[in-house]
């Protein structure tokens, strides 16, 4: 049986380096799940060549049997606003393959709640499952920490946790859920700020939290990818802006094991 598609879905950006990065990011999710595969199949293989399991390997080795036959899966990119292809498109093209769709959101606002659940009835596909958003998760946190000192913050440094911001309340929970996480990591407050939409914006918070006696003030930017949103923090005062999420190996496990958890229970209910 080979192994259900991954779509993973993103909101549209106008920047090239946006683009590109969502690009990498799934080449790179494509990558860590082949070298999986790679590995479970030959240690499925050496199991059952050490015990003489065969056929009665064991419920409990069911995932690993599952992708160990069913290798790396295809991996696709969908866009659910500004630029295309969109999901639906995506998941018709897969012509029937089973599928698991992530969407790359860092909160779940309108687009997880509503555009993608849409977009997959519009498909019309008949085995596709959808895994949580990215976010809030500490994999974010991890790597916020690292864009931070890249940036040049240091413990003693305020910080400024800048989300896109949404009307969903779902999302701004999630939000602040992350801004928790950061704060627990830094081990110093993640003073929140809305970028977009809701209150406060980041030129407020920055300015109060310097007012209120921080030397220095930084930027955690709560956005995965580069765009117009990331460039207004450099116009915010700040004395440092961290870079996006962005790709890195954390973020690359966290899209694989949601993927692959959600893999396991599709392959699971079409064989029911």
Same mark, same amino acid.
Request: glycine residues 8%; proline residues 6%.
């Given at each position: 049986?080979?192994?259900?598609?991954?779509?993973?879905?993103?909101?549209?950006?106008?920047?090239?380096?946006?683009?590109?990065?969502? #690009?990498?990011? #799934?080449?790179?999710?494509?990558?860590?799940?082949?070298?999986?595969?790679?590995?479970?199949?030959?240690?499925?293989?050496?199991?059952?060549?050490?015990?003489?399991?065969?056929?009665?390997?064991?419920?409990?080795?069911?995932?690993?049997?599952?992708?160990?036959?069913?290798?790396?899966?295809?991996?696709?990119?969908?866009?659910? =606003?500004?630029?295309?292809?969109?999901?639906?498109?995506?998941? @018709?093209?897969?012509?029937?393959?089973?599928?698991?769709?992530?969407? #790359?959101?860092?909160?779940?606002?309108?687009?997880?709640?509503?555009?993608?659940?849409?977009?997959?009835?519009?498909?019309?596909?008949?085995?596709?499952?959808?895994?949580?958003?990215?976010?809030? =998760?500490?994999?974010?946190?991890?790597?916020?920490?690292?864009?931070?000192?890249?940036?040049?913050?240091?413990?003693?440094?305020?910080?400024?946790?800048?989300?896109?911001?949404?009307?969903?309340?779902?999302? @701004?929970?999630?939000?602040?859920?992350?801004?928790?996480?950061?704060?627990?990591?830094?081990?110093?407050?993640?003073?929140?700020?809305?970028?977009?939409?809701?209150?406060?914006?980041?030129?407020?918070?920055?300015?109060?939290? @310097?007012?209120?006696?921080?030397?220095?003030?930084?930027? #955690?930017?709560?956005?995965?990818?580069?765009?117009?949103?990331?460039?207004?923090?450099? =116009?915010?005062?700040?004395?440092?802006?961290?870079?996006?999420?962005?790709?890195?190996?954390?973020?690359? @496990?966290?899209?694989?094991?949601?993927?692959?958890?959600?893999?396991?229970?599709?392959?699971?209910?079409?064989?029911?």
């Amino acid at each position: 049986m080979s192994a259900p598609a991954l779509v993973l879905v993103a909101h549209g950006t106008r920047s090239a380096r946006g683009v590109e990065m969502i #690009a990498e990011l #799934a080449g790179a999710v494509r990558r860590e799940l082949s070298a999986a595969a790679f590995v479970n199949g030959a240690l499925a293989h050496h199991v059952v060549a050490q015990t003489g399991a065969g056929a009665d390997f064991g419920a409990a080795s069911a995932s690993l049997r599952e992708i160990a036959i069913g290798g790396a899966p295809t991996v696709r990119t969908a866009f659910v =606003d500004v630029l295309g292809p969109a999901p639906a498109e995506v998941l @018709r093209d897969l012509d029937g393959v089973p599928a698991v769709v992530v969407p #790359a959101f860092l909160a779940s606002g309108y687009h997880v709640y509503q555009d993608v659940p849409r977009e997959v009835a519009a498909s019309a596909h008949g085995a596709v499952a959808v895994t949580h958003a990215m976010g809030p =998760d500490p994999a974010l946190a991890e790597v916020m920490h690292l864009r931070l000192r890249a940036a040049g913050w240091r413990p003693g440094d305020a910080v400024v946790f800048a989300a896109a911001g949404s009307s969903d309340a779902r999302a @701004r929970q999630d939000v602040q859920r992350s801004a928790s996480l950061l704060s627990e990591r830094l081990e110093t407050p993640a003073h929140l700020a809305y970028i977009a939409t809701g209150e406060p914006r980041v030129p407020e918070v920055v300015a109060a939290v @310097r007012s209120s006696g921080a030397r220095r003030v930084f930027i #955690a930017s709560y956005l995965l990818a580069h765009g117009l949103f990331h460039q207004r923090l450099h =116009d915010a005062g700040a004395d440092g802006v961290a870079e996006p999420i962005g790709v890195h190996p954390a973020v690359v @496990r966290l899209l694989a094991s949601r993927y692959s958890s959600a893999a396991h229970a599709l392959s699971v209910a079409e064989a029911a």
